[in-house]
């Protein structure tokens, strides 16, 4: 609450305030050209008493807002296909279906589906992704969900398709990771094939095609040390997920009294994708906020003989956020135990009202046989880390150093160290990154990185990156996306490395019914490091959605629709659904009603309806379409109504 006074009397009347006069203790806003971001950070012992509430019915009333159809129903539809440069010819056409229906509107449930398709697969092209049916319970935050699924988990559960039954506290738009799923701490899972971009501290180190399956940041370079991992999936049919690893692996203070938690259980997938034995399974976690500056957790999980316990806590120390955590296992058929524990550390200040410091300091052991319920056996190659990492900002300038230390186990033991200096003006950036990693018999690799960015001014900007591993170079100039209709966004680049020197482009266009998209010789590797080809493809999507009698294509959209469609009185009109900027985003025409697509739910959304040409006179009512979407909700609505007429007399 002070802080949010002093700010309040700092801005009072003012229309523009200087981002340097909000500085303070405890609170520094920043802007970041290199990651075109806001980077605001609040001092951990201000945030301890922050307000989290999963009534989400004390703010908002859905009730309030236009209800949707009872039953809707939707299908994205994507199309794509790859053009080798190597073979001089086109790859067979790959594609796919995720389709979602929806009974009883807002409090209702959702059933969703996909089916897959890839010409390249020998065989069997045609596949089906994952079927299941989740329900929202809006007020208390919680998603239940029956089917197949990935299961919610945290600290060091392993992840494992699941066919059976789920219950989890849901956080932000009650959306869980779809191509991209955490599998512990430091792996993800791939669910199909994609295009992988690997980010290590804001720097860009592989461009990745990776086939589905299980993967770990030690596969990646320097994925190990003391860095921030982000990594950008893009499939072909166009769907972007981004998975973030930070070094600090705690999950942060719950206010006293709310829980979070996940619990599933059913049959684990095996012996093929999306294929089911008999071998029973259960996961679970809970996480309850006992004050303001402690958090306690419990986790577990079983299958087949084999299970793992575990336990954390966080604490909000006035020296920062500190969290403890470990887990033990047992393995019935081969009689192996194992455990493995955890210490993290995280500390953010703001000093002398213009330096803001974050430091983060990691350290983990694990014995030899330590497995998740998931794995039938394991053998760990590493007996313990330890990692820190260091950041500071002041004015214009910002400094990273990471150092990281692994002992290992029937391999050479590892060090790594990292260096990053960036330096912001108005409408240049630039970023110099070191990175060094050595093991133990004398084996070192160096890496150096620099990124230069610039700013035009409007949706133009430039980017030069230079990294020493495969001597790649590449300048080039981009537009960026305004999100409306008939835009034109895209890049050109010239990129060289060791092995290839090309052209290369991406060029995306929005259609009222469709997104489409052409990408040409972009250089790609299959493993990290290794040498890179040339590659190109074309991709389109498209959404048709059924609510209430009506038909609607438009843009693809992940979690709902809205159906706009002119009156019979209005027949020769052509409506237009526009966002609170007043631009349109979808329109009606020769292929039917407007539709516009929804990719969140849970968010207010509010469009005005425009009818051109509109008759004198017509009284379209409100004009407004305001709604608050649950997840696979579609919406109808029918703009303009029969005339009405008043007789007046004397």
Known sequence: PGVRDRLKAIIASQRRVGMADLRGEGFSLAFDPLSLTFVAELAVDARARRDVSFARNEVIDPKAFDQPAHFSAGANIGLAQLYSHDQDRFAPLAGGIDMFANLGGFDGVTLTAGVDYDGRRQGQPGGRRETRLPKDLFQSAVRLRAGEFSPPVESFQGSQRFLGVSAARAYS??????????????????????????????????????????YSLSDFPFGQGANTVRLLVEEDSGQREIAVFDLFGGAGLLDPGVVDFGVSAGVLEEGG?????????????????????????????????????????????????????????????????????????????????????????????TSKFFQTAFQNSAFNREQWRAAGQALVRYKAYSVSLGAAFVKGRRQEDRTDFSVSVGRTFQKFGVNLAW???????????????????????????????????????????????????????????????????????????????????????????????????????????????????????????????????????????????????????????WFGPA????????????????????????????????????????????????????????
């Open 435 to 589: 990175q060094r990693g050595a093991t133990s018999d004398g084996v070192a690799e160096t890496r150096f990185g620099l990124t230069l960015t610039t700013r035009f001014g409007g949706r133009w900007s430039s980017a030069a990156r230079y990294d020493s591993q495969n001597d790649f170079r590449e300048i080039g100039i981009s537009r960026s996306s305004s999100g409306r209709l008939n835009d034109l966004s895209g890049d050109i680049r010239f990129s060289e490395d060791r092995n290839n020197q090309t052209i290369a482009g991406d060029l995306r266009y929005i259609n009222n019914r469709f997104d489409a998209e052409i990408v040409s010789n972009r250089l790609v590797s299959t493993t990290p490091g290794g040498t890179t080809r040339q590659e190109s493809l074309w991709r389109l999507s498209t959404l048709i959605g059924y609510a209430d009698g009506a038909f609607g294509i438009g843009r693809a959209a992940r979690e709902g629709f809205i159906i706009a469609s002119p009156h019979r009185t209005l027949k020769n009109a052509q409506v237009s659904l526009t966002d609170s900027s007043g631009y349109p985003v979808a329109r009606s025409g």
């Open 273 to 365: 994708q999306l294929e089911y034995g008999s071998t029973l399974a259960a996961t679970g976690f809970v996480r309850k906020g006992i004050t303001d500056v402690l958090t306690v957790g419990a986790n577990a999980q079983w299958a087949d003989g084999r299970g793992q316990v575990g336990g954390l806590a966080t604490w909000g120390s006035r020296l920062g956020l500190i969290q403890a955590g470990g887990a033990v296992s047992h393995n019935s058929d081969t009689g192996a135990q194992g455990y493995i524990v955890s210490l993290d550390y995280m500390r953010e200040a703001t000093l002398a009202r213009e330096i803001d410091l974050r430091v983060v300091a990691s350290a983990q052991a």
């Open 173 to 214: 738009t009650i959306r869980p990771f779809q191509n991209v799923r955490p599998s512990g701490r430091r792996q993800f899972i791939l669910d199909r094939p994609a295009m992988v971009v690997v980010e290590v501290n804001g720097v860009v180190v592989e461009r990745l095609r990776l086939e589905a399956g299980p």
């Open 595 to 650: 539709l516009a697509g929804i990719d969140r739910g849970y968010g207010v959304r509010r469009y005005e309806l425009e009818v051109d040409p509109l008759p004198p006179g017509y009284d379209l009512g409100s004009g407004v379409i305001n709604t608050f979407p649950g997840y696979g909700n579609g919406y109808r609505a029918i703009v303009g109504r029969d005339a009405s007429y008043t007789a007046r007399g004397v």
